[in-house]
C-alpha cells in the first residue's frame, strides 16, 4: 500500500487495487472464470482455482478488507454464516470448548448451541458485562471467546476491551463479529482481537444486493480458516465479489451519515411522549454510553425503541409509516423496520422475551440514507 494511503475513507477506494490496472480500467474488473493457467504452484492450496478463493477479484477485496480493519490478514466468504461457522470449525477441533456471549445473532445462537455438538464441540454462556466471572466457566479444554460488538436488537455494548486481555491471560483465541459497527465505528484488532467477522450483506456491502462474509485478523488464523474455507466450499462468487468492493468503496460516507442520521432520529423518539424507551448507545442516557464513546467512532444506524401503547401501538406505527421497508436485514441504503418479537426473537417464549428485555412493542430500525428530516417527518405522522 503507498503512503499515500491512511484513512479509512482513502483505503477503502485504493487499498488493494490492482496495481498497473488491468487494461487501465479504473474499476477492477470480475474476473469471471473458475480456473487459471497452471504457473508452477506446488500446493493444493495454491492452484488458482475459484473455490480456493484466489481470483484476483478476491486479491482486491482481501487486501482492502485486511487494510480497512488494520488487520494481517482477511478472506471472504459466500456468507456472514460462511464467515461464522469456518471461523468456529477452524479455532475449535473436536472436544475443544467455547465460551460466547449471550443474545447472539439467531444464526450463530442456532449453530453454537445445536449444531456444534455433533462436531463434538461444545460452549458455556458468559455475562459478556461480568469479566470477574468467565475463568468460573473455563475448562481445560477451553479454546475460543466468541462476542458482538453490538447486540441485536437492544444495542448492548459489552465488555469488549476485557475480552482480548482475558483471551491472552488463558491462551483463547478471540473472535467478534463487528457486523454492526463496521470498520468506519470500530476497528477490533486495535484493541487486541485475534478474530474479526462480519456479515458483509450489511454495511459493508450496504445495497441489500448480495450475502458476503468476512474473516480478518492475525495472519496465522486466517489462513486456517481459508484453508477450511476451500475444504467447506463456502467461496464468494466473484460477481458479488465485484458488487462488495463497490459497495465498500462508498463504506465510509454512507455509515459516517447513518451514524448522523440515527442520533438524530434517536433523541428525536427520545422526545416523543408515546415513546417508552430508546435503545441507541449514542443517548446519553444509555447505559452503555460512555464506554461505547470510548471504543466507536460512531455508534451505528441501528436503534431500536419502544411504544407506551405496546404490540398494538407497534404494529400501527410499522402499518403506517410509508418510508422505511418492513423486512430483516439491515446495513443497505433504504431504512427497514423490524418487529423483533413476531421475527427475529419468535422462537423464543414470551417470557424468555421478557427477561432479555425484548418486548412485544420493540420495533428495530436500521436506518438507511434517505434524508432525516423525511424519515423523522414519516414517523411523527405514523406515531400521531
Ligand atoms: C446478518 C448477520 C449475520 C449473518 O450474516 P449472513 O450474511 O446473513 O449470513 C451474522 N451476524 C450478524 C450480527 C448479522 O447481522
Redesign the pocket.
Known amino acids: 500500500m503507498t503512503r499515500a494511503i491512511k484513512d479509512l475513507s482513502t483505503k477503502a477506494i485504493h487499498a488493494g487495487e490492482p496495481t498497473p490496472r488491468v487494461s487501465g480500467a479504473v474499476v477492477a474488473p470480475i474476473f469471471q472464470s473458475a480456473n487459471f493457467e497452471y504457473s508452477g504452484e506446488s500446493s493444493y492450496h495454491d492452484l488458482r482455482y475459484l473455490r480456493l478463493s484466489n481470483t484476483p477479484t478476491h486479491d482486491v477485496l482481501h487486501a482492502k478488507l485486511a487494510a480497512l480493519e488494520g488487520a494481517e490478514k482477511a478472506v471472504v466468504t459466500a456468507?456472514?454464516?460462511?464467515?461464522?461457522s469456518t471461523a468456529l470449525l477452524s479455532v475449535l477441533s473436536p472436544g475443544g470448548h467455547l465460551l460466547v456471549q449471550g443474545n447472539?445473532?439467531g444464526?450463530?445462537h442456532t449453530f453454537v448451541t445445536r449444531d456444534l455438538a455433533d462436531f463434538g464441540m461444545t460452549y458455556s454462556v458468559i455475562d459478556a458485562d461480568d469479566p470477574a466471572s468467565w475463568a468460573s466457566v473455563l475448562q481445560p479444554t477451553t479454546r475460543a471467546i466468541y462476542v458482538?460488538a453490538?447486540t441485536?436488537p437492544l444495542l448492548q455494548v459489552a465488555d469488549l476491551e476485557a475480552v482480548p486481555i482475558f483471551a491472552k491471560e488463558h491462551g483463547l483465541v478471540s473472535l467478534i463479529?463487528s457486523?454492526?459497527p463496521s470498520p468506519v465505528n470500530f476497528r477490533p484488532v486495535e484493541h487486541g482481537f485475534d478474530v474479526v467477522?462480519?456479515?458483509?450483506?450489511?454495511y459493508l456491502n450496504g445495497h441489500s444486493d448480495i450475502?458476503?462474509?468476512v474473516v480478518a485478523g492475525r495472519s496465522d488464523l486466517v489462513e486456517g480458516v481459508r484453508h477450511r474455507l476451500n475444504h467447506l466450499g463456502g467461496t464468494l462468487d466473484p460477481h458479488a465479489g465485484f458488487l462488495l468492493n463497490r459497495g465498500l468503496k462508498t463504506l465510509s460516507v454512507r455509515v459516517r451519515y447513518q451514524n448522523e442520521s440515527a442520533l438524530a432520529i434517536a433523541d428525536w423518539l427520545e422526545r416523543h411522549p408515546d415513546v417508552r424507551r430508546v435503545n441507541y448507545p449514542g443517548l446519553s442516557g444509555h447505559p452503555r454510553h460512555s464506554r461505547a464513546k470510548q471504543l466507536f467512532d460512531g455508534f451505528s444506524g441501528m436503534l431500536s425503541f419502544e411504544l407506551s401503547g405496546g404490540r398494538d401501538a407497534a404494529e400501527r406505527f410499522i402499518k403506517r409509516a410509508q418510508l422505511p421497508i418492513l423486512a430483516a436485514?439491515?446495513?443497505g441504503v433504504e431504512t427497514l423496520l423490524t418487529l423483533p418479537a413476531t421475527t427475529s426473537h419468535a422462537g423464543m417464549t414470551a417470557d424468555e422475551r421478557c427477561k432479555a428485555g425484548i418486548s412485544d412493542g420493540l420495533i428495530r430500525v436500521s436506518v438507511g440514507l434517505e434524508s432525516t428530516s423525511d424519515l423523522i417527518g414519516d414517523f411523527k405522522s405514523s406515531l400521531a
Open positions: 456468507s456472514g454464516m460462511a464467515a461464522i447472539l445473532y444464526g450463530t458482538e453490538m441485536n463479529d457486523t454492526f467477522l462480519h456479515s458483509a450483506t450489511k450475502v458476503a462474509g436485514s439491515l446495513g
